[in-house]
Nanobody, 123 residues
Framework: QVQLVESGGGLVQAGASLRLSCSAS????????MGWFRQAPGKEREFAAT????????YYADSVQGRFTISRDNAKNTIYLQMNSLKLEDTAVYYC????????????????WGQGTQVTVSS
C-alpha cells in the first residue's frame, strides 16, 4: 500500500513556473513507477509524465514535452514536476500516481493516487 500526498499547486500567470511535489509513504518507494496526471474541468484525466523507479527513465505527453520535467528523490520518497512556460491550458488538478513494474500512460493501470493539487494559470 502506498499513500501519496501532492503539494505545490497554486495560481500563476502564463509563462511562469511552478514545482509540484508528491510525497509517498512506505519503505519500498524505489520499486514504484511514478506518474503525474492532470484533469481539467469537464475533461478526462490525462497523462502528463512518468518516471521509472530508479529515476533513469522518463516519458512525457506531447503537450508538456520540453516544458515539464519529472524527477524523484528516493531518499526522500518524493517526486517532483517542474513546470515551466505554463500555458492557460495547463490549468487542471494535478495528481501523482504509482504502480509497480512498467511505466504506463493509462490512468486505469495506476492503483495508487494522491488527492490532487490545483494548478491555475491566468492570462
Amino acid at each position: 500500500q502506498v499513500q501519496l500526498v501532492e503539494s505545490g499547486g497554486g495560481l500563476v500567470q502564463a509563462g511562469a513556473s511552478l514545482r509540484l511535489s508528491c510525497s509517498a509513504s512506505g519503505r519500498t518507494f524505489s520499486y514504484y513507477v511514478m506518474g503525474w496526471f492532470r484533469q481539467a474541468p469537464g475533461k478526462e484525466r490525462e497523462f502528463a509524465a512518468t518516471i521509472s523507479g530508479g529515476g533513469t527513465s522518463t516519458y512525457y505527453a506531447d503537450s508538456v514535452q520540453g516544458r515539464f520535467t519529472i524527477s524523484r528523490d528516493n531518499a526522500k520518497n518524493t517526486i517532483y514536476l517542474q513546470m515551466n512556460s505554463l500555458k492557460l491550458e495547463d490549468t487542471a488538478v494535478y495528481y501523482c500516481a504509482s504502480r509497480v513494474y512498467y511505466r504506463s500512460t493509462n490512468a486505469q493501470e495506476y492503483p495508487y493516487w494522491g488527492q490532487g493539487t490545483q494548478v491555475t494559470v491566468s492570462s
